[in-house]
């Protein structure tokens, strides 16, 4: 397991490219609790998935689940941070990352 310590300096902006897969939430722990459940599940793959161009020809291990993983969040001074543990790579963190929040993240560290 990797824990990724991530941040968010401006909440307003944590909005990924497509409206349909984006975080709709405010707050901490709910960004927190949508992160996890997009690494426990694949329902954000495949919804990502179904509107690709040729959705049959998507490499289907970027569909790779980790039903353990966890994450909590906090507001800190000038920013959002959240904890993430999971067993998934970082290209899978990173690519669930931008369907949820887009570019509005930051990796701080890992364990």
């Given amino acids: 397991?990797?824990?990724?310590?991530?941040?968010?300096?401006?909440?307003?902006?944590?909005?990924g490219?497509?409206?349909?897969?984006?975080?709709?939430?405010?707050?901490?722990?709910?960004?927190?609790a949508d992160i996890a459940a997009a690494m426990r599940g694949d329902d954000l793959f495949q919804r990502w998935r179904a509107k690709q161009p040729e959705p049959d020809e998507v490499d289907p291990s970027l569909?790779?689940?980790?039903?353990?993983?966890?994450?909590?969040?906090?507001?800190?001074?000038?920013r959002t941070?959240?904890?993430?543990?999971?067993s998934l790579p970082m290209r899978l963190v990173k690519?669930?990352?931008?369907?949820l929040i887009g570019s509005s993240w930051e990796l701080r560290d890992t364990r």
């Avoid at 397991?1 to 909440?11: C, F, G, N």
């Avoid at 490219?17 to 927190?32: N, T």
């Avoid at 569909?63 to 000038?78: I, K, M, Q, V, W």
């Avoid at 941070?81 to 999971?86: A, K, N, R, W």
């Fill in 1 to 15: 397991m990797t824990t990724y310590y991530l941040s968010v300096k401006d909440m307003s902006r944590a909005k």
């Fill in 95 to 99: 690519h669930r990352l931008n369907l």
């Fill in 81 to 86: 941070d959240i904890q993430l543990t999971t």
């Fill in 17 to 32: 490219p497509d409206p349909e897969l984006s975080f709709q939430g405010i707050g901490p722990d709910k960004l927190a």
């Fill in 63 to 78: 569909g790779a689940a980790d039903g353990a993983a966890s994450a909590s969040g906090e507001l800190s001074n000038d």
